[in-house]
Nanobody, 124 residues
Framework: VQLQASGGGSVQAGGSLRLSCAAS????????VGWFRQAPGKEREFVSA????????YYADSVKGRFTISRDNAKITVFLQMNSLKPEDTAVYYC??????????????????WGQGTQVTVSS
């Protein structure tokens, strides 16, 4: 399984970015795909996730109402639309995939496959 994350960049506070996570290598019908982020000196934290076969999105409280996760089944790609960005959103963003049970969907250790990360920098 290979995951390719892209779409990061530098924006001012209040701006928007859309991250993409393109997957290849297998079918993902039983998988969840998640977005995590890691700021310098901090642990990797959950941002959002969605089950490939479902429609319910999951969000961290810190991004709820600002970020939207979606997927394109035909392109096997998961998107993270990030609006109203804040300086505290600055981090390297990673996408991950795995056969994750619902109770573990917010935990990085539950995911088997990781993309390379894409930098998001939000200036005030």
């Amino acid at each position: 399984v290979q995951l390719q994350a892209s779409g990061g960049g530098s924006v001012q506070a209040g701006g928007s970015l859309r991250l993409s996570c393109a997957a290849s290598g297998r079918t993902f019908s039983s998988y969840a795909v998640g977005w995590f982020r890691q700021a310098p000196g901090k642990e990797r934290e959950f941002v959002s996730a969605i089950r490939w076969s479902g429609s319910v999105p999951y969000y961290a409280d810190s991004v709820k109402g600002r970020f939207t996760i979606s997927r394109d089944n035909a392109k096997i790609t998961v998107f993270l639309q990030m609006n109203s960005l804040k300086p505290e959103d600055t981090a390297v963003y990673y996408c991950a995939a795995g056969r994750v049970i619902l109770s573990m969907i917010r935990f990085p250790r539950a995911y088997n496959y990781w993309g390379q990360g894409t930098q998001v920098t939000v200036s005030s």
